[in-house]
């Protein structure tokens, strides 16, 4: 059984302030790691699909880390906004498990104007 | 938007019952995969269809059954109803078996009295 945490589960910041999660994920058997950002009542929306130890995502104010040596990826967001209130999932995939995510439980985070 | 569709949007069943849910796919993919996500937790794997056929499967039980058609669009069955069905599921296309993106339709809402 395959083990994906995220942290933490939940965060309330300030506008303007910079935030991160952590998913950490097994460190064995990698294919890829992927981001959502989740807004309720809509579809989950990828934001990053890392493959390679040291990938360093970005786009706009959110950016991603990943080491798959010691199994983690941090998302930042820089400035936060609002509407960057979301859930932020990250989700784990091995090699010859087709399309499988293995989803962490998510960190949801609300932004006060 | 990604262009996943589900239909319904909301569904109330009694325990016992059995349930249809639809999923129509991005234009031009033929995988799709469905989860269930509980209260509180991430998604979790069902099972996935590519080119009209099962091919991958996660810890659910037979109960849960799906098809793939023609024209890629995909239905899950889930028969007996449990309370424990209660559930957001949500599908996800892709192009291929190893594709790096999958895009999420915006999920059914089932809840079993």
């Known amino acids: 059984i395959l083990n994906v945490e995220q942290s933490p589960q939940s965060l309330h910041v300030q506008e303007g302030d910079s935030t991160n999660f952590t998913c950490s994920f097994p460190s064995s058997n990698f294919y890829a790691l992927h981001w959502y950002r989740w807004e309720t009542a809509k579809s989950p929306e990828a934001l990053f699909v890392m493959t390679l130890n040291g990938d360093e995502k970005k786009k706009g104010r959110i950016s991603a880390t990943l080491n798959t040596k010691e199994g983690y990826s941090y998302l930042y967001i820089k400035g936060s906004q609002p509407e960057d209130s979301a859930t932020y999932l990250c989700a784990f995939r091995a090699p010859y498990a087709g399309n499988m995510l293995t989803f962490g439980g998510g960190t949801r985070l609300m932004v006060k104007p | 938007e990604t262009g996943v569709t589900q239909s319904p949007t909301h569904l109330i069943k009694t325990r016992g019952q059995q349930v249809t849910l639809r999923c129509s796919s991005q234009?031009?993919?033929?995988?799709v995969s469905w989860y269930q996500q509980a209260l509180g937790q991430g998604p979790q794997f069902i099972f996935q269809y590519y080119r009209e056929e099962e091919n991958g499967r996660g810890n659910f039980p037979p109960r849960f059954s799906g098809l793939q058609f023609p024209n890629y669009s995909s239905e899950l069955n889930v028969n007996a109803l449990e309370l424990d069905d209660s559930a957001l599921y949500l599908c996800?296309?892709?192009w291929g078996e190893g594709a790096y993106e999958q895009y999420f339709g915006p999920g059914t809402r089932l809840t079993v009295t």
């Open positions: 234009s031009g993919h033929n995988t």
């Open positions: 996800a296309s892709s």
